[in-house]
């Protein structure tokens, strides 16, 4: 029913930055609240942020506040984060999430579809 893409991810150095993309092959896009996971080898996965159908709220991990910024553009069918400042403990690889419903989640298991992923490795 929904197809995810992720791109952007990449090889970036401590304090650079990053954009991480995520296409959605879908009816209508606006239906759905969307957000990004992260799972770095060895541990679960890891709510990132995540951003409600209009995308006139968003919630973030504590660990990203101030440094990462979760958007979308509904007449693109995209969801966007911005990454600043990474560090290397941001290494891991990122997912893009869609669900149904009128709220945002923190657990991978309300989420009912999922990109393929994309790597991005903070070097120091």
């Known amino acids: 029913q929904v197809q995810l893409v992720e791109s952007g991810g990449g090889l970036v150095q401590a304090g650079g930055s990053l954009r991480l993309s995520c296409a959605a092959s879908v009816r209508t896009f606006s239906a759905y609240v969307m957000g990004w996971f992260r799972q770095a080898p060895g541990k679960e996965r890891e709510f990132v942020a995540g951003?409600?159908?209009?995308?006139?709220?968003?919630v973030y991990t504590d660990s990203v506040k101030g440094r990462f910024t979760i958007s979308r553009d509904n007449a693109k069918n995209t969801v966007n984060l911005q990454m600043n400042s990474l560090k290397p403990e941001d290494t891991a690889v990122y997912y893009c999430?869609?669900?149904?419903?009128?709220?945002?989640?923190?657990?991978?298991?309300?989420?009912?579809?999922w990109g393929q992923g994309t790597q991005v490795t903070v070097s120091s």
């Open positions: 999430a869609a669900r149904t419903g009128s709220f945002i989640y923190r657990t991978p298991n309300d989420y009912n579809y």
């Open positions: 951003i409600t159908k209009s995308g006139g709220s968003t």
